[in-house]
């Protein structure tokens, strides 16, 4: 699979809005900036993963793992999110 092959298939759904109306999505948007940016750090969280995050380390292989990194890493960081309006 290619390394956008993997990110659609197993990271979109929790961290991409995927419909314009969504109301969000359920983990961090992934960009650049991600983890402070530090590539080993993002390939820890996706072998090992979190308290929130399955690790997948036992699914993907460490070249994949390296392939999700490096598409996760052209994305740049979201926009601060707008102020709210006053009433």
Not at 9 to 26: A, D, E, F, K
Not at 38 to 65: C, D, R, W, Y
Request: charged residues 10%; proline residues 15%; hydrophobic residues 40%.
């Amino acid at each position: 699979l290619f390394r956008s092959d993997l990110f659609a298939q197993h990271c979109v759904v929790c961290h991409m809005r995927t419909v314009i109306n969504s109301p969000g999505h359920w983990a961090p948007p992934l960009s650049n900036a991600s983890l402070g940016g530090n590539a080993n750090v993002l390939k820890e969280v996706i072998g090992n993963g979190t308290p929130n995050m399955p690790g997948f380390k036992h699914m993907f292989s460490g070249e994949q793992i390296d392939a999700i990194v490096s598409y996760v890493r052209i994305f740049p960081p979201p926009p601060p999110p707008a102020p709210a309006q006053p009433r």
